[in-house]
T-cell receptor, first 113, second 115 residues
Framework: AQSVTQPDIHITVSEGASLELRCNYS??????LFWYVQSPGQGLQLLLK??????LVQGIKGFEAEFKRSQSSFNLRKPSVHWSDAAEYFC???????????FGSGTRLQVQP | GAVVSQHPSRVICKSGTSVKIECRSL??????MFWYRQFPKQSLMLMAT?????????EQGVEKDKFLINHASLTLSTLTVTSAHPEDSSFYIC???????????FGSGTRLTVV
């Protein structure tokens, strides 16, 4: 069965600093990978997705992620964090068999002024 | 982009009563919708897959008689929590996809509190 690991439960960065959130997956075939962001009490917003092609994926709000098959990773990056980026971030892999998502445990991002 | 609407956003009910949550795809048809549950400060866990015109598929450990799912049209799926108890209090989120490489769109979630 597929699984997703987000090793960092909580990350704090200063506003303007760069950010990298880690995600590792376990999946037998070529994965479909996603990053979502969730503000408190809200649903999930899709930041970016990888299906195939260029391994560096650009998303909304200045985020990007790089798919590295050799490392089974799909880390999320942003060059300069804004205070409004404070939220919970989830990495997910699609189970193409049942077409549902398996989520990582999430990383809570705090942004210091 | 694809939009999924979920209602209500918050509901408080008494123990023993039933609560219905609606999930609508507003600008696309969805033969399949997904229901997730999220406990505080935890990740999302898939509860069931809702299939238009047929029975839902439940994940292991999810009581199908407690969490009734109906997917009567290509744009509407409902989750009914029957005989709710305080342990059913949680954040419930639905999801659907237009297909292809569109990805999955999520509703805004429903905070259920059973008192």
């Amino acid at each position: 069965a597929q699984s997703v690991t987000q090793p960092d439960i909580h990350i704090t960065v200063s506003e303007g600093a760069s950010l990298e959130l880690r995600c590792n997956y376990s999946y037998g075939a070529t994965p479909y990978l996603f990053w979502y962001v969730q503000s408190p009490g809200q649903g999930l917003q899709l930041l970016l997705k990888y299906f195939s092609g260029d391994t560096l994926v650009q998303g909304i709000k200045g985020f990007e992620a790089e798919f590295k098959r050799s490392q089974s990773s799909f880390n999320l990056r942003k060059p300069s964090v804004h205070w409004s980026d404070a939220a919970e971030y989830f990495c997910a892999v699609e189970d193409t068999g049942r077409r549902a998502l398996t989520f990582g445990s999430g990383t809570r991002l705090q942004v210091q002024p | 982009g694809a939009v999924v609407s979920q209602h209500p956003s918050r509901v408080i009910c008494k123990s023993g009563t039933s609560v219905k949550i609606e999930c609508r795809s507003l600008d696309f048809q969805a033969t399949t919708m997904f229901w997730y549950r999220q406990f505080p400060k935890q990740s999302l866990m898939l509860m069931a897959t809702s299939n238009e015109g047929s029975k839902a598929t439940y994940e292991q450990g999810v009581e199908k008689d407690k969490f009734l799912i109906n997917h009567a049209s290509l744009t509407l799926s409902t989750l009914t929590v029957t005989s709710a108890h305080p342990e059913d209090s949680s954040f419930y989120i639905c999801s659907a996809t237009p297909g292809g490489e569109e990805g999955y769109t999520f509703g805004s979630g429903t905070r259920l509190t059973v008192v």
